[in-house]
């Protein structure tokens, strides 16, 4: 725990460490609160294409936690990335929220169906049979194929929904073509994260719920994984994976004690 709270730099996972539904997880306050005593560098990265930073910032002012814009990191915004420095002033065909289509449009990214570069895919309350076939149609064109994440599925009020990797599955199978993912657990996500913190990777640590998405993108990015038991994982579970949290907490207060 002292070596964990000597890093100068803490890369979290909200759902499931921030928050829970609509409500804040019990130590998280104090955690903040002790982030900023501590002057650490820290970001909330989210594997949550549909939101801005600006959203991102307004809904945890809704549970009583200010935090600016540009602690929020986004897999919409690290996609945006990604295809534009992948290839310059290109183009994409857009299933997803406007959180995604304001992260591409700020890296100069033209939004078309005509002939895009890119076919990309977030999660979106929107998705359609039209818009399928309108992906299918382009992939087999020609555009290559992006996923903002790789999360089969995710939590909702309703119970488990279908997340990015189980919607974008039906143009992978008509189109025979592989999605390459962007959001954790790949390390472009992290490394962009480290950087943005401008800190080096043993210096920081990657606070998550979940072990196949944010331990295991610590593991491979070589920041300490702390794995937290107030989202999705129990403490039976972890021994079913082949890598291990350096750390397992109750909640991501235990820091703040
Ligand atoms: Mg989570």
Not at 78 to 107: D, N, R
Request: charged share 25%; proline share 5%; with cysteine.
């Amino acid at each position: 725990m002292e070596e964990l709270r000597a890093k100068k730099g803490f890369i979290c996972d909200m759902d499931g460490v921030i928050y829970w539904g609509g409500r804040l997880l019990p130590g998280v306050k104090e955690f903040v609160d002790w982030l900023y005593r501590e002057n650490k560098e820290f970001l909330f990265l989210t594997n949550n294409s549909g939101q801005t930073p600006l959203e991102l910032r307004l809904k945890l002012k809704t549970m009583g936690l200010d935090i600016d814009e540009r602690h929020f990191y986004t897999s919409a915004l690290a996609t945006a990335k990604f295809v534009s420095e992948q290839t310059h002033h290109c183009s994409a065909y857009v299933i997803g929220e406007p959180g995604l289509v304001g992260a591409l449009y700020q890296c100069g990214v033209a939004i078309t169906d005509k002939e895009p570069d890119y076919v990309i895919v977030g999660e979106s309350p929107n998705y359609n049979y039209e818009a399928i076939c309108k992906a299918v149609t382009l992939v087999r064109g020609g555009a290559k194929l992006i996923g903002t994440n790789s999360d089969l599925t995710g939590p909702s009020s309703r119970g488990i929904i279908p997340a990015c990797r189980a919607l974008i599955s039906p143009i992978e199978m008509a189109t025979g073509k592989q999605a390459y993912f962007i959001g954790k657990p790949n390390p472009l996500m992290m490394r962009t994260g480290l950087r943005l913190l401008g800190v080096h990777s043993e210096e920081a640590a990657m606070i998550g719920d979940r072990m196949d998405t944010d331990i295991i993108g610590g593991v491979e990015s070589g920041l300490d994984p702390i794995l937290v038991l107030s989202g999705v994982t129990s403490r039976d579970e972890i021994d079913q994976f082949p890598y291990r949290p350096r750390l397992v907490l109750n909640n991501i207060g235990e820091i703040a004690d």
